[in-house]
């Protein structure tokens, strides 16, 4: 039996000035191969903030297109930051949203795929799916590649740990530090890294197939990091989960992935232009989670909610649910 599972990433696009729009997309793929608290800040954000504007620093060791890649980030984050994107604040008066809107929301995101699976790659095609979540505990591992620094392990993984809390207590998941036995793998990785990644990805998941494999270790410039979620055989459940960050990010582009790779790999898997405040948009106005996202994964997670529901099970669960949450009229 197979695996199916989706695959979620955050990319870039040249458009006009260097804006950054998400692929935060979900793809269903069946595998060919064989089975195997800290002080609160202003939206909730528990994680310190990294400066906005750090000095761009190459590690000796790294290659000359990972220190390209350094350069080019660390310019990107500025030019966002230029124009007022990434914002690091949760969202606030600017952003107002409704109980109806945010259970429109859920809906395009958790219960939407934007992408499907071809023999040679992935297509853009929204496409309408099935609620998907986990049903048991996360034993998440951090795994750095060789070539990362030992303050950037520290920063990365006090950053991905404080996250996770922040996770567990808004879905009620048991999400907890593993080295053995993990099932939610969060890589870190340069460029030298990630390139001679297949035995170590095959370790992980033994039964990935081509396609998610290529999109791992193929990673074009403009994926900025992305995230694959397994279920196994015709459970629905997730079972494992893979998600890459890109080593040679400055800070805050670097934990703006873990926010957005680690909360699809929990089912938030899609992005909507209408959702605001959100890090599930393409105009990546926002770089961290926000109080509209942190109730879409109490929404997913809540008991009301079932694997497996159609859109249109769950749309009036949530029309229900975004009431209690926002209250007050739609």
Known sequence: MGNTGNIAGFALRSLGLLALTGLTACIDLQSADPVTVPPSRPGGLTEPLPPMSTPITLPDAASQDSAALRVHYQRLQNDLLGQGLLRTDGGGPDTPFTD?????NFVRIALFDEYVAETDGFR???????LRRWERPIRMDIVFGDTISSNQRITDTNAVRGYANRLARLTGLSITPARENANFHVLILNEDDRRGYEAQLRAIVPDINTSTMRAILE???DTLCLVVAFSQGNDASYSRAVALIRGEHPDLMRIACIHEEIAQGLGLANDSP??????????EEFGLLTTHDEMLLKMLYDPRM???MTAAQAAPIARVIARELVGGES
Not at 100 to 104: P, S, V
Not at 124 to 130: D, E, H, K, V
Not at 274 to 283: L, V
């Open 274 to 283: 209408q959702a605001r405040p959100s890090i599930f948009n393409d105009d």
């Open 100 to 104: 109806t809107q945010l259970a429109r």
């Open 219 to 221: 990673l074009p410039r």
């Open 306 to 308: 079932r694997n497996r």
């Open 124 to 130: 853009a095609q929204p496409t309408i799916s099935n």
